[in-house]
């Protein structure tokens, strides 16, 4: 997936958002900047973006890894922070794995199973 990520270009393509759906846009900018604001919220600023962080490792955006690891850091973040917060998304994820895979045998059970005696 990073092949696909260019810092120096990509940003340019906004402009098919400002373009078509500059109302959308421009709610989303002004959402993003009141989650992400410095002051007035609960969870300190670097909280909020190692949880942001670990959301896109387990999403696998690597837009928002890029952005969230920097603005962690740039938060007050460190190297055992980072790791921290992709072990998190790394077992929610393989949490998911588990949970859901029960469901196959919670389906399996409701198969008919052919009778292969006759």
């Not at 696909?4 to 900018?29: C, G, M, N, S, W």
């Not at 962690?72 to 949490?95: F, K, M, P, Y």
């Amino acid at each position: 997936m990073t092949d696909f990520l260019d810092r120096e270009h990509d940003k340019a393509f906004t402009k098919v958002y400002k373009q078509h759906t500059p109302d959308i846009l421009t709610a989303f900018v002004q959402f993003d900047e009141a989650v992400f604001r410095t002051e007035g919220r609960e969870i300190p600023l670097k909280y909020r973006e190692l949880i942001a962080l670990a959301v896109g490792i387990t999403t696998q955006c690597v837009y928002c890894i890029d952005a969230h690891s920097q603005r962690a850091v740039t938060a007050g973040a460190n190297d055992a922070e980072l790791a921290e917060a992709a072990w998190v998304a790394t077992a929610i994820r393989a949490g998911g794995g588990f949970a859901h895979g029960r469901l196959g045998f919670k389906f399996g059970a409701d198969a008919v199973v052919p009778d292969h005696t006759h």
